[in-house]
Antibody, heavy 123, light 108 residues
Framework: HLQLQESGPGLVKPSETLSLTCTVS??????????WGWIRQPPGKGLEWIGSIYYSGTTFYNSSLRSRVTISADTSKNQFSLKLRSVTAADTAVYYC???????????????WGRGTLVTVSS | SYVLTQPPSVSVAPGQTARITCGGNNIGSKSVHWYQQKPGQAPVVVVYDDSDRPSGSPERFSGSNSGNTATLTISRVEAGDEADYYCHVWDSRSDHMVFGGGTKVTVL
């Protein structure tokens, strides 16, 4: 069955770039049926969508983060990645990757999710 | 931007019914998905497309959506249902995925 696993540094300094990778196993990201996305959750708070990428390279970004975010995909490695620039303490969160069904112009429910990785922004 | 509003908390006795609402402007025109998140775990979808249940989601979980309110109903609540629940839609006007603020369900 499909599994997603986040990886990357757990500690990032303020003003630097947060970089995470999601490795997909049990299925291919090169699929016209899905978007591959990132969602974060600050400690004790709710879920925030960051953005997603389609196998063609098309991306959707949360407008509140758009100026600092880049999501890319490497189909040869079956991975997709997140870069968040100029981070501050407010970017401290558990970062999840997940798959979303895609039909016409609509992204559907997220399933499955990775287990999440905590990234702390601190000097 | 599109906003989804959930009550912060719902308390329910074992065996009773819990109803979690998700309010949004004309949400009935959108497909609503619901996630359960237990402490230290990733969210898991329990209802999708307003009222469909994925395999593995108990029949006690059901959903409805009409007008400005979507509702997740948990029947015959069990202690294991204690968790945070989030509603989620895709806003096609802004091409944004939107989550509700989450509702903490406490089983008394």
């Amino acid at each position: 069955h499909l599994q997603l696993q986040e990886s990357g540094p757990g500690l990032v300094k303020p003003s630097e770039t947060l970089s995470l990778t999601c490795t997909v196993s049990g299925g291919s990201i090169y699929s016209s049926s899905y978007h591959w996305g990132w969602i974060r959750q600050p400690p004790g708070k709710g879920l925030e969508w960051i953005g997603s990428i389609y196998y063609s390279g098309t991306t959707f970004y949360n407008s509140s983060l758009r100026s600092r975010v880049t999501i890319s995909a490497d189909t040869s490695k079956n991975q997709f990645s997140l870069k968040l620039r100029s981070v501050t303490a407010a970017d401290t969160a558990v970062y999840y990757c997940a798959r979303a069904g895609f039909m016409a112009t609509t992204l559907n429910w997220l399933d499955p999710w990775g287990r999440g990785t905590l990234v702390t922004v601190s000097s | 931007s599109y906003v989804l509003t959930q009550p912060p908390s719902v308390s329910v006795a074992p065996g009773q019914t819990a109803r979690i609402t998700c309010g949004g402007n004309n949400i009935g025109s959108k497909s609503v998905h619901w996630y359960q998140q237990k402490p230290g775990q990733a969210p898991v979808v329990v209802v999708y497309d307003d009222s469909d249940r994925p395999s593995g989601s108990p029949e006690r979980f059901s959903g409805s959506n009409s007008g400005n309110t979507a509702t997740l109903t948990i029947s015959r609540v069990e202690a294991g249902d204690e968790a945070d629940y989030y509603c989620h839609v895709w806003d096609s006007r802004s091409d944004h995925m939107v989550f509700g603020g989450g509702t903490k369900v406490t089983v008394l």
